[in-house]
Structure formats: structure tokens, C-alpha cells
């Protein structure tokens, strides 16, 4: 089962604009983890939040958790063409369970 | 410092034959796991070695899925035999240690099963 929902499912922006996506799941975290995959590679890690942790800034990404409501959201600042990919979120339970991926937001970012 | 290397990059079989896909970690990584991802979806792990031991292999479908981590560095991911199903992109990762570490991702093998 996926842990991690994130919305919108697609999102097709400008370049330059401002990028945001949502994650919500369902159980206590122990952190959550932003990925980002282009087509037919790997994914990258992109930014780890402890349970303990509100927000963390990584250059252009900005992470905010929220864990009264179990929701986090990545934005991407100044996006570019090379933001282009899906982005996934992953939860690491409290019960250190495996992390759990959710089905991804897909970013295009128009020249 | 070198990432993870995974092989093939690309498989075609026949349903019914048998596929094996091989992963070599970050040098230093304790840990490795093989995943799973479905087109449109995230990843889903299928098995996570600690060295040589196997921690967690609750979501691989041991009728036809078979890993090994010999020696506590490469690993073999093997099905057999192939279902239909089973088309799919197979990831491997590392990390320095536990499941809070940061998990570095393999290129991946894109598997299709006709």
C-alpha cells in the first residue's frame, strides 16, 4: 500500500514561475523524503524532514511538514526547463518501517 | 564517488522465461534494497539487505522472486518465472546504514514481458 498521496497528480507551468506540490499520508512519520525522477532514470534525493522538523530550505526547494495534518509540500522556486520530472514523496514510519512512496507529481516546465 | 550501477538497463523476455538483474551498491553502503516500479507509480520495495542478511522481504512474492546479497556488496534480483505483470522498472538503492538514511538510486532495469 501507498503511504504517501501527492496532489495535484500533474502540473504544467511556465518557466520562472513558482512550482507546488502537495503530500499527505496516513500514519505517524519518523521523516519524509522529496525524490525527483526525470523519464526513464533513477530517482534523487532531494530533501529529508524529521517528524520534529517544520520546514528546511535546500536552494530553490523549500519543505514545510505539517504533522497535526499529516501533509507536507515541495516548492520549487524560479522553476526551469531541467525541474521537468516527477516528484515523489516518501514516508519512513515511526515503526521505522520501509519508505513508502507515493504515485508522484508530474512537473513540466514550459521554456 | 561512483553511484550505483545496476545491469541491464533494458530486458525484452517471453512470459514464462526467466530474467536476472544485477546491482552493485555505493562502496561503504550497508544497506540495499531492490524495488519495484509499476508505470504511473511510485516505487515499492521488494526486499532490503543489511550486509548479507536480509531485514525485510515481507512484499516480495517468493514463488517466483529471488534475491541474494553474497558477500555483503553486489546482489541478484531474479524472477522465474516471468509473468506478464511483472513489466516494470526493478531499482536498486543503498544507504550508509538504516531505513532514516538517505537512499541513493541505481539507474534502474526497465523489464518487459511479453
Known amino acids: 500500500s501507498q503511504q504517501g498521496e501527492e496532489d495535484p497528480q500533474a502540473l504544467s507551468i511556465q518557466e520562472g514561475e513558482n512550482a507546488t506540490m502537495n503530500c499527505s499520508y496516513k500514519?505517524?512519520?519518523?521523516?519524509l523524503q522529496w525524490y525527483r525522477q526525470n523519464s526513464g532514470r533513477g530517482l534523487v534525493h532531494l530533501i529529508l524532514?524529521?517528524?520534529?522538523?517544520r520546514e528546511k530550505h535546500s536552494g530553490r526547494l523549500r519543505v514545510t511538514l505539517d504533522t497535526s495534518k499529516k501533509s507536507s509540500s515541495l516548492l520549487i522556486t524560479a522553476s526551469r526547463a531541467a525541474d521537468t520530472a516527477s516528484y515523489f514523496c516518501?514516508?519512513?514510519?515511526?515503526?521505522?518501517?520501509?519508505?513508502?512512496f507515493g504515485k508522484g507529481t508530474r512537473l513540466s516546465v514550459i521554456a | 564517488e561512483a553511484g550505483v550501477a545496476q545491469s541491464p538497463r533494458y530486458k525484452i523476455i517471453e512470459k514464462r522465461q526467466s530474467v536476472a538483474f544485477w546491482c552493485n551498491p555505493i562502496?561503504?553502503?550497508?544497506?540495499l534494497y531492490w524495488y519495484q516500479q509499476i508505470l504511473g507509480q511510485g516505487p515499492k520495495l521488494l526486499i532490503q539487505f543489511q550486509n548479507n542478511g536480509v531485514v525485510d522481504d515481507s512484499q516480495l512474492p517468493k514463488d517466483r522472486f529471488s534475491a541474494e546479497r553474497l558477500k555483503g556488496v553486489d546482489s541478484t534480483l531474479k524472477i522465474q518465472p516471468a509473468k506478464l505483470e511483472d513489466s516494470a522498472v526493478y531499482l536498486c538503492a543503498s544507504s550508509l546504514a538504516t531505513r532514516t538514511d538517505t537512499q541513493y538510486f541505481g539507474p534502474g532495469t526497465r523489464l518487459t514481458v511479453l
Open positions: 500514519t505517524s512519520i519518523n521523516n
Open positions: 516518501a514516508t519512513v514510519n515511526s515503526g521505522n518501517t520501509p519508505l513508502v
Open positions: 562502496s561503504g553502503h550497508a544497506t
Open positions: 524532514i524529521r517528524s520534529n522538523e
